[in-house]
Nanobody, 119 residues
Framework: QVQLVESGGGLVQAGGSLRLSCAAS????????TGWFRQAPGKEREFVAY????????NYTDSVKGRFTISRDDAKNTLYLQMNSLKPEDTAVYYC????????????WGQGTQVTVSS
């Protein structure tokens, strides 16, 4: 069973940067498709970014395109989300998740890390 632990969240001013990490154990991230999601107060959880099991294909929600970059370090079995030019509307709890190849649902989730962007 894959276990995921996020870190790297915090308080940052608008325009600043943060890098989130998601360390995996109990399985190799390159055996899964992986993604980042976020949930703001009073809102539903939303998709942020995705990287394929090959590490070649990525996808982002429109609101973060050009500002966020998802990447994976297979040697460290860690997923990253580099977030630049942060905006107050990026404030949320960020979660990493993985799904099996060919699966429809993300079956394993981390506990989340809080990102707060002040204006």
């Amino acid at each position: 069973q894959v276990q995921l632990v996020e870190s790297g969240g915090g308080l940052v001013q608008a325009g600043g940067s943060l890098r989130l990490s998601c360390a995996a154990s109990g399985g190799s991230l390159d055996d899964y498709e992986t993604g980042w999601f976020r949930q703001a107060p009073g809102k539903e959880r939303e998709f942020v970014a995705y990287v394929s099991w090959t590490g070649v294909s990525t996808n982002y929600t429109d609101s973060v395109k050009g500002r966020f970059t998802i990447s994976r370090d297979d040697a460290k079995n860690t997923l990253y989300l580099q977030m630049n030019s942060l905006k107050p509307e990026d404030t949320a709890v960020y979660y990493c998740a993985v799904r099996s190849l060919g699966g429809r649902e993300y079956g394993y989730w981390g506990q989340g890390t809080q990102v707060t962007v002040s204006s």
